[in-house]
T-cell receptor
């Protein structure tokens, strides 16, 4: 299957700082990528849909000014957690949509563990 | 997307078949059944999907009932590496590409 990478795999930061997480589709182009968040022992929650060349679409309850998404190329989407606080500590996972016939498929990255002190 | 219900957890002996059930009684005619799994601290991994016919690939088999209200994922010879949370998801192919993850089911394969 197609490969999606994330960088960094883990990050620890101080409260109030901003953290950028990268999601790359390594062997295919992705017009659409998705960002998920997963708290311990919980399921994945979709945060936003990242669209290349246009604004991201955020799910209800997700602050767009806090979670900045940029999808500037067909292989890269970035999620920036601005002014991070301890409650933002979580496992952030991206997926990239590979458009193919007869159906599109999502491929997931390995995740980024964010810890805010 | 239609909701699915799965048991919270299941145990299976190594080498035996693991049968993972999923109920999707409100599934629509154009919705597919997808299965993903998530090994601890990793991203989800696609396993298999189907519409109404049974499907098999190198990882698993998917059995969908005739009325499509439930399905079973079968891992024919479970190994310790199959220990994971398994998610059954229904989605419209060609519609919204969003995947809505439920709570999933924790499968523990015991030696």
């Amino acid at each position: 299957g197609a490969v999606v990478s994330q960088h960094p795999s883990w990050v620890i930061c101080k409260s109030g700082t901003s953290v950028k997480i990268e999601c790359r589709s390594l062997d295919f182009q992705a017009t659409t990528m998705f960002w998920y968040r997963q708290f311990p022992k919980q399921s994945l929650m979709l945060m936003a849909t990242s669209n290349e060349g246009s604004k991201a679409t955020y799910e209800q309850g997700v602050e767009k000014d806090k979670f900045l998404i940029n999808h500037a190329s067909l292989t890269l989407s970035t999620l920036t957690v601005t002014s991070a606080h301890p409650e933002d500590s979580s496992f952030y996972i991206c997926s990239a949509l590979q458009e193919q016939i007869p159906y599109n498929e999502q491929f997931f990255g390995p995740g980024t563990r964010l810890t805010v002190l | 997307d239609a909701k699915t219900t799965q048991p919270t957890s299941m145990d299976c002996a190594e080498g035996r078949a693991a049968n993972l059930p999923c109920n999707h009684s409100t599934i629509s005619g154009n919705e597919y059944v997808y299965w993903y799994r998530q090994i601890h601290s990793q991203g989800p991994q696609y396993i298999i999907h189907g519409l109404k016919n049974n499907e098999t690939n190198e990882m698993a088999s998917l059995i969908i009932t005739e009325d499509r209200k439930s399905s079973t994922l079968i891992l024919p010879h479970a190994t310790l590496r199959d220990t994971a949370v398994y998610y059954c998801i229904v989605r419209v192919v060609g519609g919204s590409e969003k995947l809505v993850f439920g709570k999933g089911m924790k499968l523990t394969v015991n030696p």
